[in-house]
């Protein structure tokens, strides 16, 4: 008899996805980058490029996936990928050279026209 592996992927409603440890856009980046990899090599080999090469690229490329996005996953946590692109976005200052008496007149006059 054959004994299944039962993953238990989604632990809740309303909690993020998770499976074996990646949460959340890593572990849609880790399917989408195998998925690349898998049709590159594929290409390669329709190409005509030597089966010992293609299979040693596809190594190689899945294994630093795997080790990139595990390490960005310790690293960053559930939401950390998006607030880092987000703090990139946002301004470190506001530079503002008009004197604060130039915005009061300028508002005063909207109003009082």
């Known amino acids: 008899m054959m004994i299944m592996n039962t993953y238990h ?3 809740g409603i309303g909690r993020t996805v998770e499976f074996k440890g990646l949460k959340a856009q ?7 980058g195998l998925l690349g990899i898998l049709v590159s090599v594929m290409v ?13 690229i596809g ?3 899945s294994a630093i996936l795997i080790w990139q996005t595990f390490s960005l996953n310790g690293k960053y946590g559930e939401h950390g990928l998006m607030k880092l692109g987000a703090q990139k976005k946002h301004p470190k200052y506001i530079i503002s050279r008009k004197c604060i008496y130039r915005y009061l007149k300028s ?3 909207k109003t009082s026209a």
């Not at 890593?26 to 989408?32: K, M, R």
């Open 26 to 32: 890593y572990l849609f980046i880790f399917a989408g």
């Open 44 to 56: 390669m080999y329709m190409a005509g490029v030597n089966t010992y090469l293609c299979l040693t």
């Open 59 to 61: 190594g190689a490329s």
């Open 9 to 11: 992927i989604n632990k």
């Open 107 to 109: 508002n005063l006059q």
